[in-house]
């Protein structure tokens, strides 16, 4: 059993006592809850049909996609979406973090709808780019920042930087970290076990079709690993870019002290530190998990959260890295960046996303947190809660999950029928085992009862 103590700004409560799970129960009530998706999803399932004619696996991101189809949406508002079945499900993806402020805030369709008034692209600087970004700038204590589209595009371009400062051109990442599809970020995100090779210093495994160059890899929590890579490789490296908090694979927190370690490494042996808050962002806190952790990275990706759910993302830090745009050593284009629309998005969610809005969609996240902790210890279920800011999961292992290792060893079986569960019922998480939920500015008591009332029975079904 793992002791270190996560960091103090991070929730994480592993059960008082366990009994095991009956994996025949757990087949069992996967076959049930199959047949019972099929049954009252039918009209999702026709969707798909036709969207396969003319999408691979008919969705327009391979994450949209899970067998046997999945469910079509065709609105959504405030916490709820409709499918085409026409059932009501309360969102507990929120766009995978971009939708904190909820589905069509008002304040956000008002500031999308006045930039629609003054023009939809200009291609040429405009005050509202510069007013989006001194307030990315002011709010995440940055000297510059350039807009991008994605969050690929965000995490590609601050790597680029950084070899663009440095002069060098190799890569330390985190195994198990997801960075978007930029070809040496894709090396060991979700490597197969079979290839990844040692715990501590682990294989690169590069995806096929990607073309990497150099890219080393260390197990997240392990600070000594990243150590022995900058001791052995150091004039060969750029960079070394992970998420503070790791939140493609569940929730991994930091150990007590490791991000500290990792920002005192990268000074001491000149490497640029990147965090990709693509994920965390505003649903770490007002400004982000590098603040609420106390730790400053050399460069910051941002995504999602920032722009109210309209394509956006940004990378930013201290002046002498983003000089290298200035003088041109690292060339930064894109004919849709900083567009009006996306712009709008930035100055609504600025407004919106007060310390104190946050900090209530975060009680709300706690209260779900502790309750659902209860039923734990009350079913003495092998499993553990796992918070941070506005989001949170359940991780089905009794120990506390701090690399990607320990990841691959959950539950996956028991995780997918708590998915599957809570979807038949009318709750969606994301798609995929490796995401969490997000409690959002529109999401309050009701929904959160709803969230430990199915959590409840499920545990119910499984000791029955
Ligand atoms: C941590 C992280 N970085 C980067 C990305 C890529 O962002 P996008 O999907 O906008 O390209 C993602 C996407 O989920 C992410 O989770």
Redesign the pocket.
């Known amino acids: 059993m793992q002791t270190r103590a996560n960091h103090a700004q991070t929730f994480r409560h592993t059960p008082n006592s366990v009994k095991p799970l009956n994996e025949a129960k757990i087949a069992a009530l996967l076959d049930q809850e199959w047949a019972r998706y099929k049954e009252t999803t039918s009209k999702s399932g026709i969707e798909h049909d036709a969207a396969k004619r003319v999408l691979p696996l008919g969705a327009t991101s391979s994450f949209q996609h899970w067998d046997p189809y999945p469910l079509s949406i065709v609105s959504a508002q405030g916490a709820w979406m409709t499918d085409v079945d026409g059932r009501q499900l309360l969102d507990l993806s929120m766009g995978?973090g971009a939708m904190l402020a909820g589905h069509l805030n008002p304040d956000v369709v008002r500031e999308l709808q006045t930039s629609l008034e003054i023009g939809t692209l200009f291609v040429t600087p405009s005050p509202i780019s510069t007013d989006a970004a001194e307030r990315i700038c002011k709010r995440f204590g940055l000297d510059l920042v350039r807009f991008t589209n994605?969050?690929?595009e965000a995490?590609m371009y601050a790597v680029r930087t950084a070899r663009a400062y440095s002069g060098r051109n190799g890569i330390v990442k985190i195994e198990g970290g997801?960075?978007?599809s930029y070809d040496p970020l894709m090396v060991s995100s979700k490597p197969a076990i079979a290839e990844a090779g040692d715990e501590h210093l682990p294989n690169s495994v590069t995806p096929y079709g990607a073309v990497p160059g150099e890219v080393w890899v260390a197990p997240y929590n392990d600070a000594e690993a990243i150590e022995e890579i900058f001791k052995k490789h150091k004039s060969e490296i750029a960079c070394l870019i992970m998420?503070p908090v790791l939140?493609?694979i569940g929730i991994v927190l930091p150990d007590s002290g490791y991000l500290e370690r990792v920002r005192e490494l990268c000074t001491e042996y000149d490497i640029v530190l990147i965090f990709?808050e693509?994920?965390t962002g505003l649903t770490a806190g007002p400004q982000g998990a590098s603040e609420r952790l106390g730790v400053n990275p050399d460069l910051i990706c941002l995504?999602k959260s920032i722009g109210g759910g309209i394509p956006l993302?940004a990378f930013g830090g201290d002046l002498r890295f983003m000089q290298t745009v200035v003088d041109g050593r690292m060339a930064h284009f894109g004919t849709f960046n900083g567009n009006p629309l996306a712009m709008a998005g930035v100055r609504a969610i600025d407004k919106i996303c007060t310390p104190e809005a946050l900090a209530k969609a975060e009680n709300w996240n706690d209260q779900a947190l502790l309750r659902i902790t209860d039923v734990i210890n009350e079913f003495e279920l092998p499993a553990h809660t796992v918070g941070f800011g506005v989001k949170g999961c359940i991780t089905w292992s009794a120990n506390p999950v701090r690399n990607y290792r320990d990841y691959k060893s959950t539950n996956f079986q028991v995780a997918e029928l708590s998915w599957l569960w809570s979807i038949n019922r009318g709750i969606i998480t994301p798609p995929g085992l490796d995401e969490q939920w997000l409690i959002s500015l529109a999401h309050g008591q009701r929904e959160i009862d709803i969230l430990v009332e199915d959590f409840t029975s499920l545990a119910k079904s499984l000791r029955a």
């Open positions: 995978f994605s969050g690929t995490t997801y960075h978007g998420e939140e493609n990709d693509v994920k995504a993302a």
